[in-house]
């Protein structure tokens, strides 16, 4: 048997062994090879398929191959579920750093019943939403499409935050890294009181 046809797709860009829509995946089910952790390890395991989140603070930054961990415009799309009380986030145009909240970057938020009154898909702090989209303890689709200056997310195909940067950027006081610029992703583990499981994490890179 000869092996040329074998090597010859190894040696593909990923984009080219893209699944279904051109989306790729991030999270493989398995481990969380291709994913770096910062500060509690154990924040962050895999059961059954579903990467679990759960425990102290800590940031989980994708450091894979894909569009060597660094994208511009994109179309994000996660499949969850949150348990009761919990609060989470997904970073984009982020960068790993050890310690912390993610400086740079935006976060899309993860939150349904927990106190605090910014809800998931919001782009936190920036263009927050105050009404939650999904019950607790259900699977929903939340994506995340970055184009230019322009961010739109949705659950379930819902728009829920529909933003334009202005320019120059006015990021928030506090938070003067929250400005679209390019960078990794990074799933957040808020605290030990919030779960949440992820069992899709995939992305297809815009031009």
Not at 29 to 54: A, C, Q, Y
Not at 117 to 130: C, I, Q, S
Request: proline share 8%; charged share 25%; glycine share 10%.
């Amino acid at each position: 048997m000869k092996l040329f046809p074998i090597l010859s797709l190894l040696l593909l860009p990923c984009s080219l062994l893209a699944g279904e829509e051109g989306f790729i995946p991030l999270f493989n089910g398995k481990n969380l090879d291709g994913w770096k952790i910062n500060e509690k390890p154990e924040t962050f395991s895999v059961e059954d398929g579903r990467m679990i989140v759960h425990g102290d603070r800590s940031h989980l930054f994708y450091d894979g191959g894909v569009e060597n961990h660094d994208f511009k415009n994109f179309h994000l799309r996660v499949e969850l579920k949150t348990h009761p009380g919990a609060n989470s986030g997904v970073y984009f145009h982020t960068e790993f750093q050890e310690t912390g909240w993610p400086a740079k970057g935006f976060e899309t938020q993860v939150n349904n019943t927990h106190k605090d009154p910014k809800k998931t898909a919001g782009l936190y702090a920036v263009m927050d939403n105050f009404t939650a989209p999904v019950e607790d303890n259900t699977w929903f689709v939340m994506e995340v499409i970055v184009e230019g200056k322009h961010v739109v997310t949705n659950v379930d195909g819902k728009v829920i935050t529909d933003f334009t940067e202005p320019t120059p950027p006015t990021p928030p006081e506090k938070m003067p890294g929250r400005f679209l610029s390019h960078g990794t992703f990074a799933i957040q583990g808020h605290d030990p009181g919030s779960k949440v499981e992820f069992r899709k994490i995939e992305v297809k890179p815009l031009k």
